[in-house]
T-cell receptor
């Protein structure tokens, strides 16, 4: 079992719609959770961090954390073509971040 | 402020040669990480430095790979006797105590 699991996609989202990305993790002791965006040919860019249960909003992005269910999600509202990228979920575990394989998002005009 | 920098941005080498990749972390960041990302694949953890503690080398794929870091500054990743399967983008990241990792632009290594 992988420590951090994500659907690989691609997740196709119409422009203006909400993209919903999910991530589950295995280490119940994890305390820090992150979402990174990676454009093709570029390095990962940190877009959201969340440390406590509930929702955290930053612009068009909302991260949701449920530690009891070991689940973290990312919502992208009003999706734009520039949001087309691979989104990596990362979870602090055993002293270092464990990364999921990423979900590819394609926003169609 | 300045982000994580890496050099060179691209490196083409012949099979069997040694290569050295450099990472300059964000000033004040105590932790530094090296990852490998093969084309179309996820991030593969290689090694982790935290302050003056012994590095976590658990991700190094073979003894051809080694890394050094002097204090909380520059790190070098060395690959000896390169093989074609070493071709990948090598990414460096640094973080402070909040665990948020910030990535450099990467070094694209091609072994011919």
């Amino acid at each position: 079992q992988k420590e951090v699991e994500q659907n690989s996609g691609p997740l196709s989202v119409p422009e203006g719609a909400i993209a919903s990305l999910n991530c589950t993790y295995s280490d119940r002791g994890s305390q820090s959770f992150f979402w990174y965006r990676q454009y093709s040919g570029k390095s990962p860019e940190l877009i959201m961090s969340i440390y406590s249960n509930g929702d955290k909003e930053d612009g068009r992005f909302t991260a949701q954390l449920n530690k009891a269910s070991q689940y973290v999600s990312l919502l992208i509202r009003d999706s734009q073509p520039s949001d087309s990228a691979t989104y990596l979920c990362a979870v602090n575990g055993w002293g270092k971040l464990q990364f999921g394989a990423g979900t590819q998002v394609v926003v169609t005009p | 402020g300045a982000g994580v920098s890496q050099s060179p941005s691209n490196k083409v080498t012949e099979k069997g040669k040694d290569v050295e990749l450099r990472c300059d972390p964000i000033s004040g960041h105590t932790a530094l990480y090296w990852y490998r990302q093969r084309l179309g694949q996820g991030l593969e953890f290689l090694i982790y430095f935290q302050g003056n503690s012994a590095p976590d080398k658990s991700g190094l794929p073979s003894d051809r790979f080694s890394a050094e870091r002097t204090g909380e500054s520059v790190s070098t990743l060395t690959i000896q006797r390169t093989q074609q399967e070493d071709s990948a983008v090598y990414l460096c990241a640094s973080s402070s105590h909040f665990d948020e990792q910030y990535f450099g632009p990467g070094t694209r290594l091609t072994v011919t």
